[in-house]
């Protein structure tokens, strides 16, 4: 069964560090999440991609994180520089587009630890 | 805007017994759907049901079956013949037709099963 893979499975850093995740959605999904999950909460997106184009970041903080899908493809969500709050699991998701009705994929996140 | 309340942070029930967890919305949009994910402690997010919001029966997945009352805006899930590796975080999500497809987590439920 195709999977959404994503890497590292845990990321230890020290503040003011640079860190970096990756996805690789389920082939043929046009559609790719990233979403932050703060411990004892709900997923949080960060943001939403239509093929290579960005459909919505409003929830992303720009100064120190940025989010690419060059290729329409994979995705790398990068955080410069790293500060304590930026601990949680960072969970990457895709899905048909125009499939409103249609679940999200889920790969197995990426835990972040920021010391 | 759309907004999803869980407001049970945590329920107890026992093996073999039935549990409902609450979930309300709100949308301004008459096109939705409604989803329940499982987050096990390892971390990923596990599809359990849909409602679509023009489905006339509520939705059933082998033990899991949705509440679906449309004029009070809630989609309960009920768990039949709980199990001990039903033990998890539960959430709640709602994806507008006519926004960005996005998906809209609330702030979960941990659910205990007890022998």
């Known amino acids: 069964e195709a999977e959404v893979a994503q890497s590292p499975r845990y990321k230890i850093t020290e503040k003011s560090q640079a860190v970096a995740f990756w996805c690789d959605p389920i082939s043929g999904h046009a559609t790719l999440y990233w979403y932050r999950q703060i411990l004892g909460q709900g997923p949080e997106l960060l943001v939403q991609?239509?093929?290579?184009?960005?459909?919505?970041d409003s929830q992303l903080p720009k100064d120190r994180f940025s989010a690419e899908r060059l290729k329409g493809v994979d995705s790398t969500l990068k955080i410069q520089p790293a500060e304590l709050g930026d601990s949680a699991m960072y969970l990457c998701a895709s899905s048909l587009v125009g499939e409103a009705t249609g679940e999200l994929f889920f790969g197995e996140g990426s835990r972040l630890t920021v010391l | 805007a759309q907004k999803i309340t869980q407001t049970q942070p945590g329920m107890f029930v026992q093996e073999k017994e039935a549990v409902t967890l609450d979930c309300t919305y709100d949308t301004s949009d008459p096109s939705y759907g409604l989803f329940w994910y499982k987050q096990p402690s390892s971390g990923e997010m596990i599809f359990l049901i849909y409602q679509g919001s023009y489905d006339q029966q509520n939705a059933t997945e082998g033990r899991y079956s949705l509440n679906f009352q449309k004029a009070r805006k809630s989609a309960n899930l009920v768990i039949s013949a709980s199990q001990l590796g039903d033990s998890a975080m539960y959430f709640c999500?709602?994806?507008?037709?006519?926004?960005?497809?996005?998906?809209?987590f609330g702030t979960g439920t941990r659910l205990q099963v007890f022998p």
């Open positions: 991609f239509q093929d290579e184009s960005v459909v919505d």
């Open positions: 999500a709602m994806r507008e037709l006519h926004n960005t497809d996005k998906l809209i």
